[in-house]
């Protein structure tokens, strides 16, 4: 599961009032408005974090932090804003604001479990991970009949190496699982603790390094391989790249969320290397994060500047996010750096919208002809008529050259 997954999981026991004119779809509406604009400052704040949490169910975090920002500005003593603003942070990739926000919370006194759960996956986010096992440790402790958070602690102990731990902690999650969910949560983490224990290759960073260099990431055992090694490396930028051939592994296997929490991971012990930041990118693209996307994209920007990849990457972000012109020059840029398929696609996308079919499938041939073969893109060629783009393609001519603008 990844952090923000889980976190939202963590996040429906602060659901609003149902009476709420905040509350619900209607949040964004003028009635929510206008009794935010009308309310006492206690008031307001709860009006605040009511259209907050709406607004985070609708997938527009960065919205909802704007809200949350106010009402603590208004109630610095709202803990249910500020474990809401956690949440908004881990969305949009923000672990060490949602650990301060966390933090805070902590610090005001009160039921503690569920921030210990949910501070847990910011410090994991972090690459704390002996941090992330201490505040699991808290949890277990507070509830040691709950399957849930042993198995938690059990992915803990399997990051750390401490194989004896976690098997012990899955023996006793297996007798307390009471529903298929959590039954297969044990059996997802025995297997891994079995193949990450006794499977791995004899010189594991080697092996696991060889096989990233020559893109074998369906080889036997890969994940077991680079997981020995990535526990056997201290430097962070080696623990990172382990971390990176240990995500393809198992995107290769069709665990995309493994290797999104493997990408965060590596960007969070690496931070000022543009690759781990892109490829997390890439994973909160195919996520459907968008947010999280743009603001890793930023950071591998900020650290590469000319990354054609990255800004090919942003664009698509920027584009699912509406924000069209942004998405425009980042793929007009990206194509001037490296002619690659992803930014071409992303001016086909805007100039569809616009109902200019034409240059659409001029752009969208172009990402044909640099080796884009996926589906979606076989789907919007279709849409504009062409069915066997191999009899379209110009080897000779490079559409979007005279885009039009935006």
């Known amino acids: 599961m990844s952090i ?49 949490f709406a607004l985070n169910e609708q997938g527009d975090a960065a919205a909802a ?21 956690a949440y908004s942070r881990d969305l949009l990739g923000d672990f060490a604001g949602a650990r301060a926000d966390l933090d805070h919370a902590l610090a005001l006194g009160g039921g503690n479990v569920v921030l210990f759960k949910e501070r847990a996956l910011a410090l ?3 690459g704390d991970v002996a941090g992330a096992l201490a505040d699991r440790t808290r949890v277990v402790e507070a509830a040691p009949d709950d399957a849930i958070a042993l198995t938690d602690r059990a992915a803990e102990y399997l990051w750390l190496g401490r194989f004896g731990d976690a098997g012990a902690d899955l023996d006793h999650a297996e007798k307390l699982a009471r529903d298929d969910g959590a039954r297969a949560r044990v059996a997802t983490l025995r297997t891994r603790l079995a193949d990450w224990r006794d499977e791995a290759a004899p010189d594991a960073a080697t092996a696991c ?44 296997a069709d665990d995309a969320d493994s290797a999104r929490a493997d990408w965060q991971m590596a960007a969070a012990i ?37 990354d054609a990849a990255a800004l090919a990457g942003r664009a698509a972000a920027n584009y699912s996010l509406h924000a069209t012109r942004a998405a425009y020059a ?7 750096l490296d002619a690659n398929a992803a930014a071409y696609v992303v001016l086909g996308d805007i100039a569809n919208d616009r109902h200019d079919s034409s240059a659409a499938s ?24 062409i069915d066997e783009p191999e009899d379209e ?13 935006v």
């Not at 693209?285 to 968008?290: L, M, P």
């Not at 393609?393 to 603008?405: E, K, Q, S, Y």
Request: charged share 25%.
């Open 65 to 85: 932090l704007a809200d949350l920002d106010k009402a603590l500005a208004v109630d610095p003593a709202n803990r249910a804003a500020r474990r809401e603003r």
């Open 270 to 306: 690496d931070p000022g290397n543009a690759r781990w930041q892109a490829s997390l990118g890439f994973a909160d693209v195919a996520a459907e994060q968008h947010q999280a996307a743009r603001r890793a994209f930023d950071r591998a920007l900020a650290a590469a500047p000319d």
């Open 4 to 52: 923000s997954m889980a976190v939202l999981i963590l996040a429906q026991a602060a659901q609003p009032a149902i009476a709420s004119p905040c509350g619900g779809e209607d949040a964004a509406g003028a009635p929510c408005a206008a009794a935010i604009a009308a309310a006492r400052p206690a008031e307001r704040s709860r009006l605040l974090y009511d259209r907050a």
């Open 330 to 336: 980042d793929a007009r840029r990206s194509i001037a």
């Open 209 to 252: 390094h060889a096989a990233g260099e020559t893109r074998r990431y369906g080889a036997p055992h890969l994940v077991a391989t680079c997981s020995a090694a990535f526990l056997a490396a201290t430097a962070p930028t080696e623990r990172a790249a382990l971390l990176d051939v240990r995500a393809r592994a198992f995107a290769a």
């Open 124 to 126: 994991h986010g972090l």
């Open 362 to 385: 001029d752009y969208w041939l172009q990402a044909y002809r640099l080796g884009e073969r996926s589906e979606d893109l076989l789907v919007r060629l279709q849409d504009v008529g």
């Open 393 to 405: 393609v110009d080897n000779d001519r490079l559409p979007g050259a005279d885009a039009p603008t």
